[in-house]
Nanobody, 123 residues
Framework: QVQLVESGGGLVQPGGSLRLSCAAS????????MGWFRQAPGKEREGVSC????????HYADSVKGRFTISRDIDQNTVFLQMNGLKPEDTAVYYC????????????????WGQGTQVTVSS
């Protein structure tokens, strides 16, 4: 059974930083792409970033380029999202996803996803 467990969300002031983590388990090696998408109230789901372990390629949404960095620990089956320069518009529930491929721009749909972690950017 595939499980994805996110952590690291919270409340941060504008300009601050957070690091999200997502630990995956129970999947086959076919699923080599992991990423993040977010959902804010009243807004469409947005693909944030994804990374492919097969070639190391990464993709970012234009809204987070230069501020967010995705990385992956293949041995630990964990993906991270370092978020710097956070803005109020980054407020959303962030979900970790697992799939066979990683696309650019980052996809909003994944074969498997976690329960989400809330990120709130507010003064």
């Amino acid at each position: 059974q595939v499980q994805l467990v996110e952590s690291g969300g919270g409340l941060v002031q504008p300009g601050g930083s957070l690091r999200l983590s997502c630990a995956a388990s129970g999947f086959t090696l076919d699923y080599s792409a992991m990423g993040w998408f977010r959902q804010a109230p009243g807004k469409e789901r947005e693909g944030v970033s994804c990374i492919s372990s097969s070639d190391g390629n990464t993709h970012y949404a234009d809204s987070v380029k230069g501020r967010f960095t995705i990385s992956r620990d293949i041995d630990q089956n964990t993906v991270f999202l370092q978020m710097n320069g956070l803005k109020p518009e980054d407020t959303a529930v962030y979900y970790c996803g697992l799939d066979i491929y990683c696309s650019g721009p980052p996809q909003t749909e994944y074969r498997y996803w976690g329960q989400g972690t809330q990120v709130t950017v507010s003064s």
